[in-house]
């Protein structure tokens, strides 16, 4: 006979703030944010880790959070859509996407943001090719992609006033 499943303390930081949550172990990160933490920005498109739409940074590394059990989350930092603007400020992608015309129906546009946050962290003025490929893991129905490349290239350029 199975034993039914128990939930567990998880501790994490959450966008900066220390969190705690009781949690199945193997439920997906992506459902503990949303549903337990009220962190909806993260969305679940193909929910098997094709499409990107649930990415968000845990440690710096970018990863599809329909995939991480949130077990494997424990203490770590994770950052989620709803930190990177600083208040009322949008961050410099943010504004980009709003000029450019970035984002359409706005499903992918969380985990799209959170992939080119993630690359101009590491390269802050990325090539067109860069750019391309570090948005390969993210799939928008929408736009056809030239909108969003022009407005992370935008926000790059912008660097400094970030
Ligand atoms: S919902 Fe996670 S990769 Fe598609
Ligand atoms: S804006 Fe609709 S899927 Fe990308």
Not at 102 to 129: K, M, N, V
């Amino acid at each position: 006979m199975n034993t039914p499943p128990v939930q567990c303390e998880i501790s994490l930081t959450v966008n900066g703030e220390a969190r705690t949550v009781r949690a199945y172990p193997m439920e997906r990160l992506l459902d503990t944010l949303r549903h337990r933490l009220g962190l909806t920005g993260a969305k679940e498109g193909c929910g098997e880790g094709e499409c990107g739409s649930c990415s968000v940074l845990m440690d710096g590394v970018l990863v599809n959070s329909c995939l991480v059990p949130v077990l494997q989350a424990q203490g770590t930092q994770i950052v989620t859509i709803e930190g990177m603007a600083k208040g009322s400020q949008l961050h410099a992608l943010q504004q980009a996407f709003l000029e450019c015309g970035g984002a359409q129906c706005g499903i992918c546009t969380p985990g799209i943001l959170i992939a080119a946050f993630h690359l101009l962290s590491e390269r802050p003025r990325p090539s067109d090719e860069e750019i391309k490929e570090s948005l390969a893991g993210n799939l928008c129905r929408c736009t056809g992609y030239a909108q969003i490349c022009e407005a992370v290239a935008q926000a790059a350029n912008r660097g400094d006033e970030r």
